[in-house]
């Protein structure tokens, strides 16, 4: 596969195996082992002199190496491991790099809060946070030994914008590595490699898998950083399966028309909404009024199929207005086909008490719309039905 192709290209073509039926995509290599002609041919897998297949639970199987060569192409990085979920990419990332000190910054995915508030200080790794509008203390936690800096741009749900290549500027400076959750802006939209990031993490069970039918988790970087988080995969035993490998390689094909779609329905639906007189806020970093849009727009080729919108009423009038919501189903994820919905106060965000919320930004009458690939005049009858 040519290298210098666009990414619609190596979304459909890269990593695709040849094999004796003729079928254009790498077959499902469903096997937990393989076998070989002899002791030595063995060994040459065993100690790293050629790269056959060997072990499921390793990676070493077509399924997931053919995966492997996709995820690398998206975000143009040296090196590409699958994961069981993106939860799974999450934690042996921070086992294998973070251990000497994690930095989260702004909002992160509940599950990441979790890990790094209240599981990883049990193995006694030191972690902080700093939230969007502190930005100016990073230096002071560079300095306390902080050696893993990780965020997630655009954030959930109020969908902040923090700028890659400042940050990573800052980071390195100490050095010290940062780590981008882009499972928001998917690699279609923005490739925080190219600005600078050192390691990308995906729940590949959002826009990647885009279905909402698999679970799995993609890390991408240099060979370098990616060795160590290997090893730690290995052993946790987090990769995923051969037939979720080739699920989410069959996905990947269409991801470029995927995602370019949910954009211009998200766009479509908030600059829509902007006039409604029920809808006090419309977060959308496509919107010109938006607080990040100008870096947005510098650092994101598209700006997501994600919006917030904040409700002129109470907590159980947005919570009445989101039961009569149809088309959007009421459910905890987002980037799939069909269109889906939250209020982060009584789902994502539901732990935190309210004057946490407040400080975040994350108001009780905040609507979270994971916008699908329905036709898009129907979604938007479907939110001025509910909201009127
Ligand atoms: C869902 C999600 C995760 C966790 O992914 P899983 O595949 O559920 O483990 C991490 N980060 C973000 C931004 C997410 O939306």
């Known amino acids: 596969m040519d290298n210098n192709s666009h990414l619609a290209t190596q979304c459909i073509h890269t990593g695709e195996l040849a094999n004796d039926a003729g079928m254009p995509h790498t077959p499902v290599y469903n096997s937990t082992t393989?076998?070989?002609?002899?002791?030595?041919?063995?060994?040459?897998?065993?100690?790293?002199?050629?790269?056959?297949s060997l072990y499921t639970r390793y990676g070493f199987n077509p399924s997931i190496r053919s995966l492997e060569s996709k995820l690398a192409a998206l975000e143009k990085a040296e090196a590409a491991l699958a994961f069981s979920s993106g939860m799974a990419a999450?934690?042996?990332?921070?086992?294998?790099?973070?251990?000497?000190?994690?930095?989260?910054?702004?909002d992160a995915y509940g599950g990441t809060l979790e890990l790094l508030e209240k599981q990883l200080p049990l193995l006694d790794i030191p972690t902080w946070f700093l939230l969007g509008t502190e930005l100016d203390q990073l230096e002071h936690y560079l300095q306390q030994g902080v050696r893993l800096v990780f965020f997630e741009t655009p954030s959930n749900p109020v969908l902040e914008i923090f700028d890659i290549a400042d940050i990573a500027r800052r980071v390195h400076a100490y050095g010290?590595?940062?780590?981008?959750?882009?499972?928001?802006?998917?690699?279609?939209?923005?490739?925080?490699?190219?600005?600078?990031?050192?390691?990308?993490?995906?729940?590949?069970?959002?826009?990647?898998?885009?279905?909402?039918?698999i679970t799995a988790g993609a890390l991408m970087g240099s060979a370098v950083l990616i060795?160590?988080?290997?090893?730690?995969?290995?052993?946790?035993?987090?990769t995923p399966s051969p037939e979720?490998?080739?699920?989410?390689?069959?996905?990947?094909?269409?991801?470029?028309?995927r995602v370019q779609q949910q954009n211009a329905n998200a766009m479509h639906i908030a600059r829509a909404l902007l006039s409604h007189h029920r809808i006090k806020r419309v977060l959308?970093?496509?919107?010109?009024?938006?607080?990040?849009?100008?870096?947005?727009?510098?650092?994101?080729?598209?700006?997501?199929?994600?919006?917030?919108?904040?409700?002129?009423?109470?907590?159980?009038?947005?919570s009445a207005i989101v039961d009569r919501l149809k088309l959007f189903k009421i459910a905890p994820s987002l980037g799939g086909v069909e269109s889906l919905v939250t209020q982060p106060v009584t789902t994502t965000h539901h732990g935190l008490?309210?004057?946490?919320?407040?400080?975040?930004?994350?108001?009780?009458?905040?609507?979270?719309?994971?916008?699908?690939?329905?036709?898009?005049?129907?979604?938007?009858?479907?939110?001025?039905?509910?909201v009127s």
């Not at 393989?34 to 056959?52: P, Q």
């Not at 290997?230 to 987090?238: A, I, P, S, T, V």
């Not at 409700?311 to 947005?318: S, Y």
């Open 353 to 386: 008490d309210e004057e946490e919320r407040k400080r975040r930004g994350i108001s009780d009458a905040m609507i979270r719309l994971s916008v699908g690939l329905e036709d898009v005049h129907d979604l938007l009858a479907d939110i001025e039905q509910a």
């Open 227 to 238: 060795e160590p988080v290997f090893q730690w995969r290995k052993n946790l035993g987090q």
């Open 34 to 52: 393989f076998a070989f002609d002899s002791t030595a041919d063995l060994l040459d897998v065993v100690e790293g002199r050629c790269e056959g």
């Open 244 to 257: 979720v490998a080739s699920l989410l390689s069959r996905s990947l094909r269409t991801l470029v028309v």
């Open 90 to 106: 999450e934690s042996a990332v921070f086992l294998s790099h973070g251990r000497e000190g994690i930095l989260c910054i702004g």
């Open 284 to 318: 959308y970093p496509g919107l010109d009024n938006f607080p990040g849009h100008a870096l947005a727009s510098r650092q994101m080729n598209g700006f997501g199929g994600m919006l917030s919108i904040e409700i002129d009423g109470t907590r159980e009038q947005t």
């Open 176 to 213: 010290a590595i940062l780590v981008i959750d882009n499972t928001f802006a998917t690699p279609v939209n923005q490739q925080p490699l190219g600005l600078g990031a050192d390691l990308v993490i995906h729940s590949a069970t959002k826009y990647l898998g885009g279905h909402s039918d």
